[in-house]
């Protein structure tokens, strides 16, 4: 088993940082206002290695209504949780308070420390145990199975033990306790992240972040983006006070960052290896403790890992609230927050609710049944519920398919969707590459939507080699990567200078081709117009100028401009030509062109603008000078 991340929680003055002390020797409160007023303010730190070997990290928050938002920023990613609840008081406002946000991150365990046992006497002791355990029983997350942690491994009546920080009592049974807790297994595949939840100047080293990482690996050296935004560098790594070289995820580590100072980074600020996407709009599964938050249209403040923002929500269906913030952040599907209200509650504080981020808002109209599936998967973490999630997507959000990386923008999803046993396991036909995928019928519909619509054009447009592909994909209604994807899969298909081909079509009426071929090699530079080939070969002017683009588009001919069309080839000998003369003139003027061409000024001056435009010819003033970055000649071959 790995290192342990444990956290207190429970009314202030309780007892929390001396059960801490009293397990580590360490002192949390180091603040001297801490010191002067007997209370936690701040989040403290300490650490101790258990019996097996293992090390124990606390994190020490305050239980004082005004430092509420301490403890939930101190709360995220623990293993465990130590609620604190005095034998002389018993439980009091802020333990059903922290008692909530517990319960809305899904900590996987809690132990409930009786403290300050030395100070009563065993009938009274007795008396808080039935009544911790009746407030459990009662307590409004408790469900039919059990548990006040649905879908959770926390028990409904939690191990419950007595301890004196001035006897000792309990502290062995305790430890032996913490010892038999498995760590969370965390992704250290996945990119790495982290969010600050304190920041310090250490003399002779500069500013140093520190958290818990939650996924992926960091290692000394490594560059890292504060807020997916500035970028510095790891100079050297801490971990309870030793030096390392690498941590991974569910470490806490204390990160030594190359030019920044602590007023560049605060708590709740965002490390990354790369640069993010910040959203301020999520769609996310929510419940809540207190009535008068139900109406769930309303401002609220969102705590989510040490981040702290203001979030309205808007109803989108049962259980399920869209979230606009007011200051964006990157968050990923299965993060879970906490809503507080602000105004306090008799019975449970601030604390009115809490659940988790689905994905950022794609869709202006939410589908309920897909937040259901998303909502599954993420917390039982199941290959039914996550099978049943994408393939929902892919069938009834987005039949015409999807990148790859927009999934993974919107999911965060894992490689095995993309791995064909997965889907053929479950009878599912499914079309994927390394950039794109699609359910196989999808694509069969799609595709044959494409080929007719492609046989309609050709039919009113006979004359033309392709059709555009972006008419095709607003016709359509596709992606241009969705046709990508269906033409590089196909085998009628292909595309080439942004126009879409049949394979096996004739791209034009081959006779009408090669005779306006003649015509326009025969004319040379006096081509004529498109009226007039029309006359001679007996076709229409559209017939005639959709034959004339197709010519273009396989740069057969040139297009000089509207209504002037020459043969490649007799262009190719012209800029032949002209670049011989530069080499006995430095300058031509239109003079010059003139005899070139053997034209008159109505057909030289197109063709002078046409080189011009090319970049074969600069033009200064009246006269033209060579491009000398132009294609040198290779070859003499005037037709």
């Given at each position: 088993?790995?290192?342990?991340?444990?956290?207190?929680?429970?009314?202030?003055?309780?007892?929390?940082?001396?059960?801490?002390?009293?397990?580590?020797?360490?002192?949390?409160?180091?603040?001297?206002?801490?010191?002067?007023?007997?209370?936690?303010?701040?989040?403290?730190?300490?650490?101790?290695?258990?019996?097996?070997?293992?090390?124990?990290?606390?994190?020490?928050?305050?239980?004082?209504?005004?430092?509420?938002?301490?403890?939930?920023?101190?709360?995220?990613?623990?293993?465990?949780?130590?609620?604190?609840?005095?034998?002389?008081?018993?439980?009091?406002?802020q333990t059903r308070e922290h008692l909530q946000v517990l319960s809305y991150l899904r900590i996987p365990q809690l132990i409930v420390v009786l403290s300050k046992c030395d100070l009563v006497s065993s009938d009274l002791i007795e008396q808080r145990k039935k009544e911790i355990t009746s407030a459990f029983i009662c307590h409004p997350e408790a469900t039919a199975e059990g548990s006040i942690f649905p879908n959770s491994n926390i028990l409904l009546l939690p191990c419950i033990i007595p301890f004196s920080s001035k006897t000792l009592l309990g502290k062995e049974r305790l430890i032996q306790k913490l010892d038999s807790i498995e760590s969370h297994i965390l992704n250290q595949n996945a990119p790495f992240r982290l969010y600050v939840d304190r920041i310090f100047t250490l003399k002779g080293f500069g500013t140093v972040a520190a958290g818990t990482i939650l996924e992926g690996i960091i290692q000394e050296g490594d560059c890292v983006f504060i807020q997916g935004r500035r970028k510095c560098r790891v100079r050297k790594l801490h971990s309870h006070g030793n030096e390392i070289q690498k941590a991974k995820a569910g470490q806490r580590v204390a990160l030594n960052l190359s030019n920044v100072s602590c007023l560049d980074i605060l708590r709740g600020y965002l490390l990354t290896k790369s640069e993010e996407s910040f959203?301020?709009?999520?769609?996310?599964?929510?419940?809540?403790?207190?009535?008068?938050?139900?109406?769930?249209?309303?401002?609220?403040?969102?705590?989510?890992?040490?981040?702290?923002?203001?979030?309205?929500?808007?109803?989108?269906?049962?259980?399920?609230?869209?979230?606009?913030?007011?200051?964006?952040?990157?968050?990923?599907?299965?993060?879970?927050?906490?809503?507080?209200?602000?105004?306090?509650?008799?019975?449970?504080?601030?604390?009115?609710?809490?659940?988790?981020?689905?994905?950022?808002?794609?869709?202006?109209?939410?589908?309920?049944?897909?937040?259901?599936?998303?909502?599954?998967?993420?917390?039982?973490?199941?290959?039914?519920?996550?099978?049943?999630?994408?393939?929902?997507?892919?069938?009834?959000?987005?039949?015409?398919?999807?990148?790859?990386?927009?999934?993974?923008?919107?999911?965060?999803?894992?490689?095995?969707?993309?791995?064909?046993?997965?889907?053929?396991?479950?009878?599912?036909?499914?079309?994927?590459?390394?950039?794109?995928?699609?359910?196989?019928?999808?694509?069969?519909?799609?595709?044959?939507?494409?080929?007719?619509?492609?046989?309609?054009?050709?039919?009113?447009?006979?004359?033309?080699?392709?059709?555009?592909?972006?008419?095709?994909?607003?016709?359509?209604?596709?992606?241009?990567?969705?046709?990508?994807?269906?033409?590089?899969?196909?085998?009628?298909?292909?595309?080439?200078?942004?126009?879409?081909?049949?394979?096996?079509?004739?791209?034009?009426?081959?006779?009408?081709?090669?005779?306006?071929?003649?015509?326009?090699?025969?004319?040379?530079?006096?081509?004529?117009?498109?009226?007039?080939?029309?006359?001679?070969?007996?076709?229409?002017?559209?017939?005639?100028?959709?034959?004339?683009?197709?010519?273009?588009?396989?740069?057969?001919?040139?297009?000089?401009?509207?209504?002037?069309?020459?043969?490649?080839?007799?262009?190719?000998?012209?800029?032949?030509?002209?670049?011989?003369?530069?080499?006995?003139?430095?300058?031509?003027?239109?003079?010059?062109?003139?005899?070139?061409?053997?034209?008159?000024?109505?057909?030289?001056?197109?063709?002078?603008?046409?080189?011009?435009?090319?970049?074969?010819?600069?033009?200064?003033?009246?006269?033209?000078?060579?491009?000398?970055?132009?294609?040198?000649?290779?070859?003499?071959?005037?037709?």
């Open positions: 088993m790995g290192p342990l991340l444990v956290g207190t929680a429970g009314h202030v003055d309780h007892g929390k940082s001396s059960l801490v002390e009293c397990l580590t020797g360490i002192d949390t409160d180091k603040l001297p206002e801490e010191k002067k007023r007997g209370i936690s303010i701040e989040l403290g730190f300490a650490h101790m290695k258990l019996p097996s070997g293992r090390t124990c990290a606390f994190i020490d928050v305050p239980g004082h209504e005004k430092f509420i938002k301490t403890m939930v920023a101190g709360s995220h990613s623990l293993d465990a949780a130590l609620l604190v609840i005095s034998s002389v008081e018993g439980i009091r406002l959203c301020d709009e999520y769609d996310v599964a929510v419940e809540f403790c207190r009535n008068d938050a139900k109406g769930m249209s309303q401002s609220f403040q969102l705590h989510v890992h040490s981040s702290r923002t203001i979030a309205k929500t808007t109803h989108i269906g049962s259980g399920y609230a869209r979230i606009k913030l007011t200051e964006p952040l990157y968050l990923k599907p299965g993060d879970r927050f906490v809503l507080r209200s602000f105004k306090v509650d008799e019975n449970y504080g601030s604390v009115c609710g809490g659940g988790i981020i689905l994905h950022y808002s794609f869709l202006r109209r939410p589908h309920p049944e897909f937040l259901l599936l998303h909502d599954q998967y993420l917390v039982n973490k199941n290959e039914k519920n996550y099978y049943e999630f994408l393939y929902y997507y892919l069938d009834k959000i987005n039949p015409m398919g999807v990148p790859v990386l927009e999934f993974n923008k919107m999911f965060h999803i894992d490689k095995v969707c993309r791995s064909k046993p997965f889907w053929k396991e479950r009878g599912i036909d499914i079309f994927f590459s390394d950039t794109y995928f699609i359910l196989k019928k999808h694509f069969e519909i799609l595709r044959g939507n494409i080929i007719l619509n492609l046989k309609d054009y050709f039919r009113n447009n006979p004359f033309k080699e392709g059709a555009f592909v972006y008419e095709v994909v607003k016709k359509n209604k596709i992606s241009k990567e969705c046709l990508d994807f269906i033409v590089d899969n196909s085998v009628e298909f292909q595309i080439k200078d942004d126009l879409l081909y049949f394979k096996n079509k004739e791209s034009t009426p081959m006779e009408q081709c090669e005779k306006i071929e003649d015509i326009l090699r025969e004319a040379r530079f006096t081509p004529p117009t498109i009226k007039e080939i029309s006359m001679i070969l007996n076709l229409t002017e559209k017939e005639t100028l959709d034959i004339l683009n197709g010519l273009v588009h396989s740069h057969k001919i040139k297009r000089i401009k509207y209504d002037f069309y020459i043969h490649a080839d007799i262009f190719k000998a012209l800029e032949e030509k002209i670049k011989l003369r530069f080499k006995e003139l430095a300058q031509l003027d239109m003079s010059d062109f003139k005899q070139l061409t053997g034209a008159s000024r109505k057909f030289t001056i197109p063709l002078v603008e046409y080189c011009d435009q090319i970049m074969l010819t600069l033009r200064r003033g009246d006269k033209r000078i060579l491009n000398h970055k132009s294609t040198q000649i290779t070859s003499l071959t005037i037709p």
